[in-house]
C-alpha cells in the first residue's frame, strides 16, 4: 500500500498528465465560476477534492495553470475581491461566535415556550384557587358543604 507521499506524487503526475491532453477549448469547457471546476479536474485525475486543498505541489500547479489561462484571456480576470482573497494568506482564526449564538438562539425560544406555558397553567391555578376560596368562604360561614 502506498503512503501519502507517494500517492501525492501520483496525484500530481495524474494532473500533469491530464494538463499535457488539454487545448483551450477544452478548457473553457469546464469553467466554473471564473476558474476551472475543481469537481471536473477530480474525476479527470481520479482524485478526490482534498487532494487539490492538501497537496501544496498540486495546489501550486493548478494556481499556475489558471494564472497561465489567465494570461491567454481562456479564464476572466480575477475580481478585486478575488485578487485580495488570493494574496491574503494568513491563517483564519476560528470563532465560536456563530455557533455559540445560534445556541443562545434555540435556547431563548425554548425559554419563551416554557414561560408561555407556565403562564398559562398559572392563570388556571389562580382561576382554581380564587374557586375554591369561595367555597372555602361558604364552608366558613354555613359550616357545612352546599349542594
Request: glycine share 4%; with cysteine.
Amino acid at each position: 500500500m502506498a503512503n501519502g507521499r507517494d500517492a501525492a506524487k501520483a496525484t500530481v503526475a495524474a494532473f500533469e498528465m491530464w494538463k499535457a491532453t488539454q487545448d483551450d477549448e477544452s478548457y473553457s469547457q469546464i469553467i466554473y465560476r471564473g476558474s476551472l471546476s475543481r469537481s471536473e479536474i477530480c474525476k479527470a485525475i481520479d482524485c478526490g477534492r482534498s487532494a487539490l486543498r492538501q497537496n501544496p505541489e498540486l495546489k501550486r500547479q493548478l494556481d499556475e495553470l489558471e494564472d497561465n489561462l489567465r494570461n491567454r484571456n481562456v479564464l476572466p480576470p480575477l475580481t478585486v475581491e478575488a485578487k485580495a482573497k488570493k494574496a491574503d494568506t494568513s491563517p483564519k482564526l476560528y470563532s465560536g461566535e456563530g455557533n455559540k449564538l445560534a445556541t443562545q438562539n434555540n435556547r431563548l425560544q425554548a425559554l419563551e415556550v416554557e414561560v408561555i406555558d407556565l403562564r398559562a397553567k398559572n392563570h388556571e391555578l389562580e382561576r382554581e384557587l380564587s374557586r375554591l376560596k369561595e367555597l372555602s368562604d361558604v364552608v366558613s360561614e354555613l359550616g357545612m358543604i352546599p349542594r
